[in-house]
């Protein structure tokens, strides 16, 4: 089964701050995705990656970057934190299957609050 | 708008009992992902479905790609049913890469004893 860990864990940054989120994941999969999760908007798709130095725009971009620097690793990058921006943040990596994406697994998420 | 609605938003069921999750799509879906978040947090996938139907001990997930909608059914639920289940879909944009996955906004099983 894929493992894929974030860190931090929990995180407390001031508006305006630069905050970094990483994840790692171990099973060699092609595709990486951050999102988010508030409440009554179930998981949102910030950034996504197809593989190492390639990063995508998701549904929820603005205020976000990300990097993708190897296979393993890819971050979640807010130059200029807001507290619109507190949030859990998850990190997913998944396959292809053929055209399709495979099953996604989920890091165990960050908690960010901005104050 | 909702591009995946997901019913009902929450569900209370007794131990033993059966139900019914559903989502409706006003997508293209292409493949179909059931997620299961529990009381911790956690997110573990449960299915993934092309266009069909697949079982896994007590749980039953059916994707009608026509009709636009998927199901989650719960058999004899368990405690450790308790969570919220989420669906999510694939719709595969016309550059022929991979699609993103659009989730709903869950439904929260609480099973009680």
């Known amino acids: 089964e894929a493992a894929v860990t974030q860190s931090p864990r929990n995180k407390v940054a001031v508006t305006g701050g630069k905050v970094t989120l990483s994840c790692n994941q171990t099973n060699n999969h092609n595709n990486m995705y951050w999102y988010r999760q508030d409440t009554g908007h179930g998981l949102r798709l910030i950034h996504y990656s197809y593989g190492a130095g390639s990063t995508e725009k998701g549904d929820i971009p603005d205020g976000y970057k990300a990097s993708r620097p190897s296979q393993e690793n890819f971050s979640l990058i807010l130059e200029l934190a807001t507290p619109s921006q507190t949030s859990v943040y998850f990190c997913?990596?998944?396959?292809?299957?053929?055209?399709?994406?495979?099953?996604?697994?989920f890091g165990p998420g960050t908690r960010l609050l901005v104050l | 708008g909702d591009k995946v609605k997901q019913s009902p938003s929450a569900l209370s069921l007794q131990e033993g009992t059966n139900s019914a999750l559903r989502c409706n799509f006003s997508?293209?879906?292409?493949?179909v992902q059931w997620f299961l978040q529990n009381p911790r947090g956690s997110l573990i996938n449960l299915f993934y479905?092309?266009?069909g139907t697949k079982e896994n001990g007590r749980l039953k997930s059916a994707f009608d790609s026509k009709e636009s909608y998927s199901t989650l059914h719960i058999r004899d639920a368990q405690l450790e049913d308790s969570g919220t289940y989420f669906c999510a879909a694939e719709a595969t944009n016309t550059g022929g890469l991979s699609g993103k996955l659009t989730f709903g906004e869950g439904t929260q099983v609480t099973v009680i004893s």
């Open positions: 997913a990596s998944g396959d292809d299957r053929g055209q399709s994406q495979d099953t996604q697994y």
């Open positions: 479905l092309v266009p």
């Open positions: 997508i293209a879906a292409t493949t």
